[in-house]
Every structure is written in structure tokens, then in C-alpha cells.
């Protein structure tokens, strides 16, 4: 089992920045692939950035370039850095652990991009 606990959402105004951070604890090793999804009410969970153990990323077209993902393995810790932030960026946000097929989600963290 693998726990994970977002924090650091909040309300910005548009252009801002946020940080997000996830922390997570249980059986952790290995080969993994840590990232951050958002859902909008009554739309699909998307992806918007991963990053695997090995410090490879991959970013949704939608947030090349604006925003930066990141881990630290030692921590077991994945952070996202948004910058450039609109309207369109507000969403529930969620992390995300994957390893050998199991996939974990943590709780969600409320992002509120508005002035």
C-alpha cells in the first residue's frame, strides 16, 4: 500500500504562482512514475505532469513551459511548481504513484485560479 498527501493549493490571481507538494509513505521502491492529474467538475481527470524515479518528465501540452515537476526520491516527495497560472489552470489536483500496474491517488488539493 502507498499512502500519498498533498498540500500547498490554494486561491492565486491569474499570472501567479503556486507550489504543490506530495508525500508519499508505505512500500515505496523501485521503478515509479509520481505525477499530477486535475480534474474540472463534471470532466475526465487529466494528466499534467509526471515525473519517474529517474527524473524524467513529461508535461501536458497545456502546461509546457509554465510549469515544472519535480521529486526529490530521498524525500519521496514529488512537487509541482505552476507559474503563469489562468483560469483555466483551476482544478482539483491530484498525485499520483504508479509501479508495476498499481496505481494510488491521493486526496485532491483545490486549485482556484482567479481574481
Known amino acids: 500500500q502507498v499512502q500519498l498527501v498533498e498540500s500547498g493549493g490554494g486561491l492565486v490571481q491569474p499570472g501567479g504562482s503556486l507550489r504543490l507538494s506530495c508525500a508519499a509513505s508505505g512500500n515505496i521502491f523501485g521503478f515509479n512514475v509520481m505525477g499530477w492529474y486535475r480534474q474540472v467538475s463534471g470532466k475526465q481527470r487529466e494528466l499534467v505532469a509526471v515525473?519517474?524515479?529517474?527524473?524524467?518528465?513529461h508535461y501536458a501540452d497545456s502546461v509546457k513551459g509554465r510549469f515544472t515537476a519535480s521529486r526529490d526520491n530521498g524525500k519521496n516527495t514529488v512537487y509541482l511548481e505552476m507559474n503563469r497560472l489562468t483560469p483555466e489552470d483551476t482544478a482539483v489536483y491530484y498525485c499520483?504513484?504508479?509501479?508495476?500496474?498499481?496505481?494510488?491517488w491521493g486526496q485532491g488539493t483545490q486549485v482556484t485560479v482567479s481574481s
Open positions: 499520483n504513484y504508479q509501479r508495476l500496474g498499481q496505481s494510488y
Open positions: 515525473v519517474d524515479s529517474d527524473g524524467s518528465t
